[in-house]
């Protein structure tokens, strides 16, 4: 950055405003660099630091003196212990590095001493707007509770959002060799400890002391220690009576309860207490002088051991675009374009991880190796292709106990449902295309070729995209049906060349009704827009617009329409029957017509139609239960749902369990879980498989099949679900429209090739991957001395 020193206010000597007090004084030794802490120099929360080694690598390059010290003082290990119903199942080479927060906060306070940092203890910090009224920059470092962040909330708008479990962080003198989950089922519940050695007895460097208030241990100790996190849902914490220990009290219970894991050790407390964890995002980290950065800015759950190390980047990102950027916003607004995507992918991934511990008490009845494999794999970074790299055995024990034939990925194992035997996992996810012939819902030569093509593809399932069921029913003139003269022909069609030209795949039909999404143009030339001209009228449970001014008002059906929408769900069921289909999957997600009912957002009826869920349910219901009555009895019937609305007073994450249950009890045989598209104004929260948690959900607490769907975009993702015990098929929609042979393909990328992904006759010579350039060059064999 150009222009005089900066003169720098952090409020917070946490880690990460230490770090960046430090990086920042040796980028400019002329800076003036001022850090504000409240506490004493010897007073933090916690006890450990794990740091991975992509952050260390970026202190070494910023740092060597601190990454020196650091280095002296690590424990590291690579084994993950998993402990369950009194058995213990070890996972290797997963690489952890730790240090007592004592020790890495005394090395950052030297370091920051010997540069010239002022370092101002049991001195709390001026407002932010009062510092930057007299500094160039004001790095707010103050936590999860930070002041700044609340006194500027017109700004940066934070977001903070409570979860279900209680949390209390511990320390012991324990000696550990391993990460360790344990397990603990009580009568009041389900207790969970998330445990890891920072220091072990004679093991790494002392720090003397410089007047910095010393390195050592808050217990004064030099021996093993380690971090002891014990966790509980909310209710399981109150039964317990927790809520009316102190800490003490809380600290003997916990170490009662985990003695034997932690060989009878105490533990104790370092004014933590219990907590509930919060998850914090900002729309926005800077404003003016003032940027926001750690816990400030963001949080992401202890179980991935994040928030120091997102702290340190956060510090190295900033004091790098500090430097590169030639103005003070330029390089604030380039600091949080370059943190923001790494930090919500890090939340995504802690999401994920903090939403499978809250449900916990769902998975403890797994088989034990499938319950440590789903454990290790719950954030989904570690996935089956990569705990395989790190863990072979372990992975190959996981398999062998769910039955997977050596050399056999997961996902080419078979799934049966109802008399339907499918050879592999992979679904082709129902897509609309758009392009019936002549717009009267007749599918022509563009669906024969493109839902040919994708099971000549590998999937053990293809799936239509939504068949309407009545003209009114459609989302636009281009969707297919399943309601006039010569539909059922045009649809013979495409089944008969499934069955006789991909042999062993299945080929689905997915029924529906637009609802109030309908009558609207082509995907490509409009989206949710109503036609031009010629229009129809739409319907819906309600007299509710999708988009009150763009879309027309629909006609809240009465009993009688009801009736007649019904029995052209049947019709429709009857011939997709006569036509071939070898499945049939009820469309009630996305907003159409059966989804409208399920959601309290688009159902306002105040009939036996509406109201509670009971009520909610029971129009989809009764469909249901008259398209199963005409269906083949050996044919499965799946239901495709929206399990959460993304939009606050939607459905909820109890409403979609009833909504599974419910289907399943009237005999659905998997739900196809999905999610939004109810109301334009949703926020999803998208990433990778970002769906897949709700289709876990329904699976492990309702105990019925399910389809997962929703950014499957690759096949360690498969593998990675299916062996956890998460889905039992996986649907892939955009990965088939860029490669129709999509499994097949993954067959071949994994060396597979056996009954779960036969390559069709004609293709039998491309089953190889193709043969590229050579790329390797000679290897130095000789040296000379």
């Not at 060349?497 to 637009?514: E, K, N, R, W």
Request: proline share 6%.
């Amino acid at each position: 950055m150009t222009g005089r020193p900066l003169k720098v206010a952090v409020i917070g000597g946490g880690p990460g405003g230490l770090y960046a007090a430090a990086l920042l004084k040796r980028r400019d030794p002329a800076r003036e660099v001022t850090v504000w802490e409240r506490n004493a120099s010897d007073v933090t929360f916690g006890f450990g630091v794990v740091l991975s080694d992509e952050t260390l690598g970026g202190i070494e390059h910023a740092d060597p003196v601190v990454y020196r010290a650091l280095q002296a003082e690590f424990v590291r290990w690579d084994a993950i212990d998993i402990v369950h119903r009194g058995r213990t199942l070890t996972s290797h080479g997963h690489g952890f590095a730790a240090l007592g927060r004592h020790r890495l906060l005394h090395v950052l306070h030297r370091r920051c001493r010997a540069l010239g940092v002022r370092l101002l203890f049991r001195t709390p910090a001026p407002p932010a707007a009062v510092l930057a009224a007299t500094h160039d920059l004001v790095i707010a470092a103050d936590g999860v509770h930070s002041a700044t962040r609340t006194a500027h909330a017109d700004v940066f708008r934070p977001h903070l959002t409570a979860h279900r479990c209680r949390y209390i962080w511990l320390g012991g003198d324990v000696p550990l060799d391993a990460f360790r989950f344990e397990i603990a089922e009580t009568e009041t519940g389900v207790v969970q400890m998330h445990a890891y050695p920072y220091a072990r007895a004679g093991a790494g460097g002392r720090i003397g002391p410089d007047g910095g208030g010393g390195g050592a241990r808050p217990d004064g100790g030099d021996g093993d220690a380690a971090t002891v996190i014990v966790e509980t849902r909310e209710e399981v914490w109150r039964r317990a009576g927790l809520d009316r220990m102190d800490e003490r009290e809380s600290a003997q219970w916990c170490g009662k309860l985990f003695a034997e894991g932690l060989h009878g050790r105490p533990l104790r407390a370092n004014r933590a207490g219990w907590n509930d964890f919060r998850t914090v995002v900002n729309e926005r980290w800077w404003h003016g002088r003032t940027v926001l950065i750690g816990d400030a800015a963001h949080t992401a759950h202890f179980s991935i051991g994040s928030g120091t190390k997102l702290a340190v980047e956060d510090a190295l990102a900033l004091a790098a675009c500090l430097e590169e950027r030639a103005t003070l916003p330029e390089a604030l607004a380039a600091y949080e374009a370059e943190r923001r995507p790494v930090v919500a992918s890090t939340q995504r991934a802690a999401r994920a991880s903090l939403e499978w511990f809250e449900d916990l008490a769902a998975y403890v009845d797994q088989p034990p190796r499938r319950f440590a494999f789903n454990l290790l794999t719950r954030s989904r970074r570690v996935t089956h292709a990569n705990l395989r790299l790190r863990d072979r055995a372990f992975v190959a024990a996981v398999e062998r106990e769910s039955g997977v034939p050596e050399g056999t990925p997961p996902m080419f194992t078979p799934f049966r449902l109802r008399g339907l035997t499918l050879r592999n996992r992979v679904v082709v996810s129902p897509m609309d295309m758009y392009s019936a012939r002549d717009g009267d819902g007749t599918p022509g030569d563009f669906h024969l070729v493109h839902l040919g093509a994708r099971a000549l593809g590998g999937a053990g399932l293809v799936m239509t995209e939504m068949v309407c069921v009545s003209a009114e029913g459609r989302i636009t003139p281009g969707c297919t049906g399943m309601y006039a003269d010569g539909h059922e022909a045009a649809w013979h069609r495409v089944t008969d060349f499934v069955h006789a030209c991909a042999p062993g795949t299945a080929i689905g039909v997915q029924l529906g009704h637009s609802g109030r999404k309908g009558s609207t143009r082509l995907m490509w030339e409009g989206i949710d827009q109503p036609l031009p001209t010629g229009n129809w009228p739409v319907v819906a449970p309600s007299a509710l617009p999708y988009r009150p001014g763009v879309n027309q008002v629909p006609h809240a059906l009465t009993v009688a329409g009801l009736v007649t929408v019904r029995e052209q769900f049947v019709r429709a069921a009857r011939a997709a029957a006569r036509a071939g289909f070898d499945l049939l999957e009820l469309h009630c997600a996305h907003g159409y017509l059966l989804s409208g009912f399920l959601s309290p957002l688009t159902n306002h009826r105040t009939d036996g139609y509406g109201g509670d869920l009971a009520g909610r349910l029971r129009y989809p219901l009764e469909v249901f239960d008259a398209v199963r009555a005409v269906w083949p009895s050996d044919r499965p019937m799946t239901v495709r749902i929206s399990a959460t609305d993304w939009h606050s007073g939607g459905t909820t994450p109890e409403d979609a369990l009833g909504i599974a249950r419910a289907f399943a009890a009237h005999g659905a045989d998997a739900l196809d879980v999905s999610t939004g598209q109810v109301v334009p104004d949703e926020a999803p929260a998208y990433g990778r498989s970002y769906q897949t948690p709700f289709a876990d959900r329904i699976r492990n607490l309702v105990g019925v099949p399910v389809i997962a769907v929703g950014a499957i975009s690759s096949w360690d993702d498969v593998n990675a679900l299916v062996l956890a015990g998460r889905a039992d098929l996986c649907a892939l929609g955009r990965p088939h429209l860029y490669d129709p042979q999509w499994t097949l393909h993954a067959a071949a990328e994994q060396g597979y090739a056996g009954p779960g992904a036969p390559w069709p006759l004609p293709y039998q010579a491309g089953s190889r991957t193709p043969p590229t350039g050579r790329t390797d060059a000679p290897k130095p064999r000789l040296r000379w001395g």
